[in-house]
């Protein structure tokens, strides 16, 4: 057998894409909650209130004014506030998981939901919310896997605090995540602190006002504090649990055998890797420090941060991968293509999907090699998939071949890393298992899910749930352990 016997197949989500429920049972506003859908082509949209009163919007890409604070117009339509609505459908949509036989669910806490102002005070109907959810998981045998913090913060810590760049932070972070481990040390094991956090540089992800290098790496020393703080409590709280970190991992290949392009490559994979260097080496790559001083960057750190991350490391190292990409000294010899969170350059030998997101199942392998190579801890793929416009026939089916020819592809090189490269693989939770709303775009037509969810780009839709073709597929594939893909 190639996947070892207790392998965690299962599926992924997030709160604030999944969820819904954006105000019931006493959640607070979350940054999230205040960002527009957009499209391919056009930006999603935060809106915010300046110091003045006057209503305006950025993109995520573009700092707010200091001082604006999230602002949610009756007016707009915001995706986060159904998604694709867990909150009412736990029981319906883990029943289906069930049915496809998953081991575990990936799934992420919603922090303003528990703290709804992110501070200290506690909202028991949101605790006891997530009781039912992972009570119902483990009706049925499902292990819960908790990122504890995917891509936003609460709206209050982003607005009165500057969110991560602000020390306080850590520390509302951390009585949040007490909160959850006591509460929950006997119904969840596995858990990851922050969800790509080499993305996380907006004012929606992590809640700061001022994204320049300076105060975005400063924002990034905080949160590798708190994650440590989080591993070492957790740790106390119950020695079973895992707890691990997540990288989005787009492995860069040089355009040419250039060594310039070599080095370019190198120093692409170095900004990605530095975020996994610090949390499973503990200690910040001498590269980075290099960078930080010819950038005249300087961290402020606290007497015990470096001991704290020597001693909060995590246990497992879970990471995305959806795509690959490439890198060139010479800028001119490169065309861009869509990509995760960020453009990818355009590799010849690759063929892309309608967003433009580079297809590179053997990525995936080269992928786990470097890092098991590299870090020699167990991988847990917690993210993969294939978005696409999925076409409802008349008779209700859904045939996704595309989708189930992506999953093969890279479920074959996953096996391969395992039987012939020796690596150590504890899981694979397909991203977006069930329909829910694309983190990049705002939209619903990009789809994911085994299971289809009736919602449009604007929330029109019954929100019922049906199985595609490759729910059957991966059923199979997940009671034969890999073994079977066809
Ligand atoms: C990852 C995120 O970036 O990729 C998810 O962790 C996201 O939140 C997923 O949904 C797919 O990206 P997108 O933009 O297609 O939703």
């Not at 649990?241 to 692409?268: H, K, R, W």
Request: charge should be negative; aromatic fraction near 14%.
């Amino acid at each position: 057998m190639s996947f070892r016997k207790d392998f965690l197949w299962g599926g992924a989500t997030a709160a604030n894409q999944y969820e819904g429920g954006y105000l019931s049972g006493g959640k607070g506003l979350a940054t999230l909650d205040a960002i527009t859908g957009g499209s391919k082509d056009q930006p999603r949209m935060i809106t915010f209130k300046t110091k003045d009163g006057e209503i305006k919007e950025v993109t995520r890409e573009e700092a707010l004014p200091v001082g604006a604070v999230g602002y949610v117009d009756p007016d707009k339509y915001y995706p986060s506030h159904v998604a694709t609505d867990f909150y009412h459908h736990y029981e319906e949509d883990i029943a289906l998981f069930a049915e496809m036989g998953f081991k575990c669910f990936r799934m992420s806490i919603s922090w303003a939901r528990i703290c709804p102002k992110g501070t200290d005070e506690i909202n028991e109907a949101g605790l006891a919310f997530y009781d039912a959810v992972f009570d119902e998981l483990l009706k049925y045998g499902i292990e819960p896997v908790v990122t504890i913090n995917h891509f936003d913060i609460p709206m209050y810590l982003a607005d009165e605090l500057d969110g991560w760049n602000n020390r306080k932070t850590v520390d509302y972070f951390i009585f949040f995540c007490e909160t959850i481990f006591k509460r929950y040390k006997d119904k969840v094991k596995y858990w990851m602190t922050f969800n790509e956090i080499n993305f996380l540089r907006s004012w929606t992800q992590i809640g700061i006002h001022q994204n320049d290098n300076q105060h975005r790496y400063q924002a990034i020393h905080h949160l590798f504090v708190a994650s440590a703080k989080a591993v070492i409590l957790g740790h106390e709280i119950n020695p079973d649990f895992q707890i691990g970190m997540m990288v989005a991992y787009i492995p860069s290949y040089p355009m040419t055998s250039n060594p310039e392009d070599v080095m370019a490559a190198l120093e692409f994979n170095r900004g990605q890797e530095f975020f996994i260097d610090v949390q499973v080496k503990g200690t910040y790559p001498a590269h980075k420090l290099k960078w930080f001083e010819r950038e005249k960057i300087v961290i402020q750190k606290e007497a015990d941060d470096d001991e704290i991350l020597k001693k909060g490391t995590v246990d497992y190292i879970g990471f995305s991968y959806y795509m690959s990409t490439a890198s060139s000294a010479n800028p001119e010899n490169v065309k861009y293509v869509g990509g995760n969170q960020q453009p990818a350059v355009k590799n010849p030998y690759l063929e892309e999907s309608e967003w433009g997101w580079t297809v590179d199942p053997l990525g995936l392998r080269i992928s786990l090699c470097k890092l098991y190579d590299r870090y020699q801890i167990p991988l847990f793929i917690v993210e993969n998939g294939f978005g696409a416009v999925d076409v409802v026939k008349e008779d209700g089916s859904i045939d996704d071949d595309y989708r189930i020819d992506y999953f093969k592809k890279h479920i074959a090189a996953m096996k391969d890393a395992v039987t012939l490269d020796g690596v150590d693989l504890i899981g694979y939770t397909p991203w977006g298992c069930i329909d829910l709303v694309s983190a990049g775009t705002g939209e619903m037509k990009k789809r994911y899910g085994f299971i289809y969810v009736d919602l449009d780009d604007h929330g029109n839709g019954t929100l019922e749930r049906s199985r595609k073709k490759s729910f059957y597929w991966y059923k199979d594939v997940i009671a034969t352990n890999g073994e079977n893909l066809d």
